[in-house]
């Protein structure tokens, strides 16, 4: 069964460090993994998606993953934090043949610190 | 122009009443989904619609019924509404089926059960 883990419930990082989500996924055949973000009182934002190609994908606000195959691992990175980036981020994979059936992680809490 | 709406924002009601959560999208998406968010965050599919037919249909109580009158719209209604029903709804369309498709989300319905 498709299933994703992000192992850190809370990440804190200082304002202008790099920061980085952590997520593992285990599926069968090959993986469409995606990672969104959500603000306080707000639904989930697309930030990026993984199908096929190049391992580093680039998303938006900056924000980019590293798909690594051996590991299962798509962490989320950005180089430079910014306090606005504190929110909750849930990396998910697709689920089934017809591509539509999200499962999601529990979310990681990222807190950027002035 | 909100991309996708849902209605209403807050919805408190008692045990046993039956409610409804109303979708709307206006990015011409074919397919449209319901998901559960519960008090840890944990976010899961409940339904999904792709013009109108239902596609997914996760192990949801028969409590709960969606119903598409349009491509455009899929509201949601329950019945008999528990305690344990508690939690933010949230309604969610992309771009047809196609694995990789980002689901673009409305701000959430949040539900409280007294």
């Known amino acids: 069964a498709q299933s994703v883990a992000q192992p850190e419930d809370q990440v804190n990082v200082a304002e202008g460090n790099p920061l980085t989500v952590k997520c593992t996924y285990s599926?069968?055949?090959?993986?469409?993994l995606f990672w969104y973000v959500q603000y306080p009182n707000r639904g989930l934002q697309f930030l990026l998606k993984?199908?096929?190609?190049?391992?580093l994908v680039k998303g938006s606000y900056g924000f980019e993953a590293e798909f690594n195959k051996s590991q299962t691992s798509f962490h989320l990175k950005k180089p430079s934090a910014l306090v606005s980036d504190s929110a909750l981020y849930f990396c998910?994979?697709?689920?089934?043949?017809?591509?539509?059936?999200?499962?999601f992680g529990p979310g990681t809490r990222l807190s950027v610190l002035p | 122009d909100t991309a996708v709406s849902q209605t209403p924002k807050y919805l408190v009601t008692q045990m046993g009443n039956d409610k409804s959560i109303k979708c709307e999208q206006n990015?011409?998406?074919?397919?449209m989904y319901w998901y559960k968010q519960d008090s840890k965050k944990f976010l899961k599919i409940m339904f999904s619609?792709?013009?109108?037919?239902?596609?997914i249909n996760e192990t949801v109580p028969n409590r709960f019924s969606p119903k598409s009158p349009d491509k455009a719209h899929l509201n949601l209604h329950i019945n008999s509404l528990e305690l344990g029903d508690s939690a933010v709804y949230f309604c969610?369309?992309?771009?047809?089926?196609?694995?990789?498709?980002?689901?673009?989300f409305g701000d959430g319905t949040r539900l409280s059960i007294l």
């Open positions: 969610a369309s992309s771009r047809g089926q196609g694995a990789g498709q980002p689901q673009h």
């Open positions: 599926v069968s055949g090959n993986p469409y």
């Open positions: 993984y199908i096929t190609g190049d391992n």
């Open positions: 998910a994979v697709i689920r089934g043949n017809y591509g539509q059936n999200f499962v």
């Open positions: 990015l011409g998406h074919d397919t």
């Open positions: 619609y792709n013009n109108k037919e239902l596609i």
